[in-house]
């Protein structure tokens, strides 16, 4: 069983920075893909980034969304069972409920491929 717990959401202003942290409980952190999430009322959950698994501290594979890539950086620290999402450039549409996952069966761009979810952090872009 894996417990996922995100941090860091808040208020922006455009063009502003957040760092979203997700912490997860488990000694396997590292066998698992992470990715990031995110969702406003009323539309469904969208990929943001994903990290692929890695026993390596000092690389893995990441994949982004076209709507972040290159505003975005998806990070791991093994070492402190957390993954990051650096968000820069914000926009207002960036604004969303983000959420953190692991553990993906098949597709990381599918959140119904991912088992483990954390409760969401709300992150709002004002223009």
């Known amino acids: 069983q894996v417990q996922l717990v995100e941090s860091g959401g808040g208020l922006a202003q455009a063009g502003g920075s957040l760092r979203l942290s997700c912490a997860a409980s488990?000694?396997?952190?590292?066998?698992?893909?992470m990715g990031w999430f995110r969702q406003v009322p009323g539309k469904e959950r969208e990929f943001v980034a994903v990290i692929d698994w890695s026993y390596s501290s000092t690389y893995s594979s990441t994949y982004y969304a076209d709507s972040v890539k290159g505003r975005s950086t998806i990070s791991r620290d093994n070492a402190k069972n957390t993954v990051y999402l650096q968000m820069n450039s914000l926009k207002p549409e960036d604004t969303a409920v983000y959420y953190c996952a692991a553990d993906p069966s098949s597709s990381y761009y599918d959140p119904s491929s991912f088992r483990y979810w954390g409760q969401g952090t709300q992150v709002t872009v004002s223009s």
């Open positions: 488990g000694r396997t952190f590292r066998n698992y893909a």
